[in-house]
């Protein structure tokens, strides 16, 4: 996991308990509820130290860090750092003092002190994405770089097309990457590649640089993506076919294992502008980890948001977990003022059914979904969701997200 990662893995979690705690206080769930409020005020003061390269983990290091570097009176206060301790000292209390609760009136006041703090956090972080770029391979910022995988084949222009649709929205810049088997087929594979990029140079001024290496695609692609901390990678696809039926998509191998955005196109950009984006929403806890891309959207381009939630036949757990996750998603969307629509299948219960639907219904530019987590090789055999749906019959433009895996970062022990 990269440092941008690890940054934005803190966010999700911050924004996740958050949520949580206003749920819980809504069904007056009171010291459940500060526990959340307290972790939603750790999480993203532990990114923000994350963020400026320091290496705190305990509550009181990090209470005596924003004391002595983040008060400025300008952003940040000391009543800010106040109002972390007393929700910190009112949830250690109500966790080791059993038999004893606040009341609905108290609970409101330190949810409303947590809301302050926690929107002066998210106003310096954002100002230190203004001072320092090294957030941009997730968070929302411009002139970030576009990989586009390049075979020199029609599909591979499309996606240079998709990926100049961006790039002229964002201010980004594009890099084009060619693989070859051997060392000595280099000069020649780059010589070809630096015409393409002249050319397209000269039409749209977008190509910053091109690369060209011996590597697999399997494992190339997201080693350069990473080094090159790109905001997303744009590839070509032609779909599920051939023996690619019983392998499993060459696309979703690439894909599975890393946190950058692959958008996976099979045809050239039917729109000039992105408008419509279809965004599935099913029962895991990681389709949450899709709001930083929609925030990146609804920055860019005056889209509007499709909820895709099919419903039928659902056991309690599950129907739980799926409502859950619409909530959170409507909650962000408020939030942020991003327009959206949920659309309920009651009839169904296959999300690519459902999706297809919605395609022929509203003709998206965008699908959003996010992958399997620990991807096996039967999942390839078999065939999942997102494989489906990017190799979808009506070659609509999917963005994959990877969800990030929180194993191996230690966290405050009391987090669970």
């Known amino acids: 996991m990269i440092h941008s990662d ?8 911050s924004a996740e308990a958050q949520q949580a705690a206003e749920l819980l206080l809504e069904h007056h769930s009171n010291r459940a509820a500060i526990n959340r409020m307290y972790f939603s005020i750790y999480y993203k003061v532990l990114a923000l130290a994350d963020k400026k390269n320091f290496q705190l983990v ?12 983040i008060v400025d009176k300008i952003n940040f206060f000391e009543s800010d750092v106040l109002a972390f301790a007393q929700v910190y000292k009112q949830a250690y209390e109500l966790d080791y003092m059993d038999y004893t609760d606040v009341t609905n009136e108290i609970a409101a006041g330190f949810m409303t002190k947590t809301n302050m703090v926690l929107s002066r956090l998210e106003r310096i972080i954002n100002i230190q994405l203004n001072e320092n770029q090294e957030f941009e391979a997730t968070e929302i910022v411009g002139a970030a770089k576009i990989l586009v995988p390049w075979d020199f084949t029609p599909i591979a222009e499309y996606a240079l097309e998709h990926a100049i649709q961006y790039a002229e929205i964002t201010g980004g810049f594009i890099t ?13 594979a780059l010589q070809k590649l630096n015409e393409v990029a002249t050319n397209v140079k000269q039409k749209f001024n977008k190509v910053s640089e091109v690369i060209v290496k011996s590597g697999s695609i399997f494992e190339s692609i997201n080693e350069i993506a990473s080094e090159l901390d790109a905001q997303m990678v744009i590839m070509g696809t032609h779909g599920i076919t051939g023996f690619q039926k019983f392998t499993g998509s060459k696309a979703l191998k690439v894909i599975a294992g890393t946190q950058i955005p692959f958008v996976v196109i099979q045809d050239k ?19 949450r980890q899709k709001m930083n891309q929609v925030r990146f959207l ?16 659902l056991v309690e757990g599950v129907k739980k977990r799926l409502q859950n996750n619409v909530n959170f998603v409507q909650s962000f969307m408020k939030q942020y003022k991003i327009n959206y629509e949920v659309h309920e299948f009651k ?4 999300i690519v059914t459902a999706v297809n ?5 509203i003709k998206p530019d965008l699908i959003l979904t996010i992958t399997t987590k620990d991807i096996s090789a039967s999942d390839y055999l078999s065939g999942t969701d997102e494989q489906k749906i990017i190799a979808n019959n009506f070659k609509i433009p999917v963005m994959c997200i990877s969800p990030i895996k ?9 987090s669970s």
């Open 406 to 414: 929180a194993k191996g970062y230690r966290f405050n022990s009391a």
């Open 176 to 188: 084009l990457l060619h693989l070859v088997k051997k060392d000595k087929d280099v000069p020649e």
């Open 58 to 69: 305990e509550y009181q290091q990090l209470k005596d860090w924003l004391e002595s570097h």
């Open 298 to 313: 609804s920055k860019f381009f005056d889209v509007k948001f499709h909820l895709c939630v099919p419903t039928a036949n």
């Open 347 to 350: 009839e169904l219960k296959d």
């Open 269 to 287: 950009p039917k729109n000039q502008h992105i408008k419509n984006v279809i965004l599935p929403i099913d029962d895991r806890k990681e389709i």
């Open 357 to 361: 639907i919605l395609i022929e219904q």
């Open 6 to 13: 690890l940054v934005n893995f803190r966010l999700e979690l």
